[in-house]
């Protein structure tokens, strides 16, 4: 059922440091990739979102790279703190359905 | 609004008993999704609901496992009979149909099959 693979599984990030995850996906049809954020205990909440059409969008600390001939996206964490230390999680959708990737779980040491 | 509704938060049983979580959505989203976390697999996706329908259940896995909505503020997630490998967080979600607007999602149940 997996049609998002997201690596790495893990990562530790010295404060200051930048972060990325990286995701690659299978069905064409997805026309939406968000990325969510989950802190342990909660449930995971939008962080930053991107269509095709675009091939960056930054927020603040966060920007989403996206590159649709290669089907693959990624979430780059500028100055990581350790407040970002979470589980974040990219997924694709279309219209209706949403599909998550596996998550990796960020570490950032001060 | 309070958000996505989830209750039990933590729920304990027997194997072989049966277990029902449920869900509350944000009110006016009419999709509902279902989805299971755990470490080896991440966020599965379950099953979703759009306009009270279900439209893909090919992620339920196993027949054991069975979901409702009958009205567009209620759903249930039922698993009968309950195995140990079912422990998971269980968690569900809402949205907006169409317009690829932002899931939000409720706490969680923490589901612990002994």
Not at chain 1, 30 to 54: E, S, T
Not at chain 2, 15 to 28: A, D, H, N, W, Y
Request: hydrophobic residues 35%; proline residues 6%.
């Amino acid at each position: 059922q997996q049609q998002v693979k997201q690596s790495p599984q893990s990562l530790i990030v010295q404060k200051g440091g930048i972060s990325i995850i990286n995701c690659a996906y299978e069905n064409t049809a997805f026309d939406y990739f968000p990325w969510y954020q989950q802190f342990p205990g909660k449930g995971p909440a939008l962080l930053i979102a991107i269509r095709p059409d675009v091939s960056e969008k930054k927020e603040g600390r966060f920007t989403i790279s996206f590159n649709k001939s290669a089907k693959q996206f990624s979430l780059h964490i500028m100055d990581s703190q350790p407040g970002d230390s979470a589980t974040y999680f990219c997924a694709a959708s279309r219209s209706d359905k949403l599909i998550f990737g596996t998550g990796t779980r960020l570490q950032v040491f001060p | 609004d309070a958000g996505v509704i989830q209750s039990p938060r933590h729920e304990v049983t027997e194997m072989g008993q049966e277990v029902t979580l449920r869900c509350k959505p944000i009110s006016g989203h009419n999709s509902l999704f279902w989805y299971r976390q755990t470490m080896m697999r991440g966020l599965e996706l379950l099953i979703y609901f759009n306009n009270n329908v279900p439209i893909d259940d090919s992620g339920m896995p196993e027949d054991r496992f069975s979901a409702k909505m009958p009205n567009a503020s209620f759903s249930t997630l039922k698993i009968q009979p309950s195995e140990p490998r079912d422990s998971a967080v269980y968690f569900c979600a809402s949205r907006m149909t169409g317009m690829n607007t932002e899931a939000f999602f409720g706490q969680g149940t923490r589901l612990t099959v002994v």
